[in-house]
């Protein structure tokens, strides 16, 4: 059984224009448990890049909540379109179990044929790579390094305001007001 | 009496060099109560400029918030160094009440005499026309459009964290994180 304090880490990027070219700005929130804001983090990634996976690690790493840290919830798997996030990698990385956060049950088919038109089919193994998409509750999740049961537990205590893990509404919420002058909408 | 999930923003400014030029980031928070973040703000002002009040007037008036705030929170009467804020303007234009929030009693000699040193004495009227200085628990307040009475439930309502307001508290952890990479110290 996990603390109510749990230190945890929500992931969201910020809004863009598709098919633009530029990096983005990443937003990781620290959380005590499922309502107390400890801290900001934050990089950038490119559109439909390569190299989220190595920035998020970055970003964790080199954190002074690192060292607390009990977990990585992300929404969804990639940041900036198409730029996949390989959460084993993050995951080995950092030794610190990974949870994706995923509000609709994915279309695999129609991602595999986007992916197939810009040429960048080979992103589809990440996707793969990042194991089966599970229910819980509501919504639904991919995990690494963190047992089923344990990955209810973190969303049970996190889930306090919405659908979403709070570290993750408000980060969408954050990059939301960063980027547009006024934060909008869902996570 | 006020509700408890009472919509308040609070503001604060991000981290800069001393004696720079140029614009720095402002991050207005909104809360209902002293928990819940419900939406962020930003705008621009220049440091030690002179266009916080109308700033800050632009960023609340033009928001999908504005209707249901009830105060505005500042952490202290200046954004961007001497860029101090009219809070008597703020609140006739907003038509929302201002607390400027403050940790440690002002130097009132000091600032006057550092911004005659930058010749810019004339902005020691606006933290006069801010009205006196007084004690509220552990901090210090000034106020507009807000009786003593009603500021006292109002920072009891969103102090729940810290002995600042969880809006300014939230804002300053925002702006840290947005322009150092990693959030530091207290609001």
Do not use: W
């Amino acid at each position: 059984m996990y603390k109510r304090e749990i230190r945890i880490i929500g992931i969201d990027d910020s809004p863009f224009k598709k098919f633009t070219k530029g990096n983005i700005l990443i937003i990781g929130t620290i959380f005590r448990g499922g309502t107390l804001l400890d801290g900001v983090l934050t990089t950038k990634v490119g559109i439909d890049g390569n190299n989220s996976t190595s920035k998020l690690i970055e970003m964790i790493n080199k954190s002074k909540f690192k060292v607390q840290l009990r977990c990585i919830l992300l929404n969804g798997i990639a940041l900036g379109g198409f730029n996949v996030i390989d959460i084993k990698e993050l995951n080995r990385k950092t030794r610190i179990p990974v949870i994706v956060v995923i509000r609709k049950y994915p279309d695999f088919k129609k991602i595999e044929e986007t992916l197939k038109k810009i040429n960048k089919q080979h992103k589809y193994k990440l996707i793969q790579k990042a194991g089966p998409v599970e229910k819980v509750g509501k919504i639904y999740i991919q995990r690494k390094g963190v047992s089923l049961e344990k990955a209810k537990q973190i969303l049970k205590l996190t889930c306090t305001r919405s659908l979403i893990p709070e570290p993750i509404r408000v980060a969408h919420l954050i990059a939301g007001g960063i980027i547009t002058g006024e934060s909008k909408g869902k996570a």
